[in-house]
T-cell receptor, first 116, second 113 residues
Framework: DQQVKQNSPSLSVQEGRISILNCDYT??????FLWYKKYPAEGPTFLIS?????DKNEDGRFTVFLNKSAKHLSLHIVPSQPGDSAVYFC???????????????FGKGTKLSVIP | SQTIHQWPATLVQPVGSPLSLECTVE??????LYWYRQAAGRGLQLLFY??????ISSEVPQNLSASRPQDRQFILSSKKLLLSDSGFYLC????????????FGNGTRLTVT
């Protein structure tokens, strides 16, 4: 049972345009959401997160939107740059699990290609 | 600042051979430690996590095991590798609080032949 879903395995965007990566979740207990960026042969790097008490969080060119009623979040990258080309993972966690069993559940990732 | 080291970067092992991957974290005390695996075409799958020395929780039953002999050391092992163990193994750490991001090492590419 996949609790975090990224339905688009890949996305191509022209340099300078907006990239929108989508993520859906099924577990209502999730209340903290994160986006990671991963280059080949490297570990994922934390990008941005959002708590369920917010519906938007912005950090430079990156903005994450959360729609709790739809159990949907998205990552917007504006403007997109060739260096943004990577695999992006959506992840979620639940504070109800407590610090002792805190873990992230990841989607399968979306490969973003930014075309110069 | 905190850093995480994971080695080796790549490993090719025959079926039936043992495995030992090591991970260490610097710059923090009593971190939560995790082992994830990324198999081809799949997301990041949590294998083990630990909240303290000697404490290991297993998420997926398999022929892998984990140990935490020291506060900032996490080891992934197998007595006999299977072909299906091939993948990209990632160690990660986080502060022992909820809603804190995981920070990953650079991973080990394991190929079982």
């Amino acid at each position: 049972d996949q609790q975090v879903k990224q339905n688009s395995p890949s996305l191509s965007v022209q340099e300078g345009r907006i990239s929108i990566l989508n993520c859906d979740y099924t577990n209502s207990m999730f209340d903290y959401f994160l986006w990671y960026k991963k280059y080949p042969a490297e570990g994922p790097t934390f990008l941005i997160s959002i708590s369920s008490i917010k519906d938007k969080n912005e950090d430079g060119r990156f903005t994450v939107f959360l729609n709790k009623s739809a159990k949907h979040l998205s990552l917007h990258i504006v403007p997109s740059q060739p260096g943004d080309s990577a695999v992006y993972f959506c992840a979620a966690s639940s504070s109800y699990s407590g610090a002792g069993s805190y873990q992230l559940t990841f989607g399968k990732g979306t490969k973003l290609s930014v075309i110069p | 600042s905190q850093t995480i080291h994971q080695w080796p970067a790549t490993l090719v092992q025959p079926v039936g051979s043992p495995l030992s991957l090591e991970c260490t974290v610097e710059g923090t005390s009593n971190p939560n430690l995790y082992w994830y695996r990324q198999a081809a075409g799949r997301g990041l799958q949590l294998l083990f996590y630990s909240v303290g020395i000697g404490q290991i929780s297993s998420e997926v039953p398999q022929n892998l095991s984990a140990s935490r002999p020291q506060d900032r050391q996490f080891i992934l092992s197998s007595k006999k590798l299977l072909l299906s163990d091939s993948g990209f193994y990632l160690c990660a750490w986080t502060l022992g609080t909820v809603n804190s991001p995981l920070h990953f090492g650079n991973g080990t590419r394991l190929t079982v032949t």
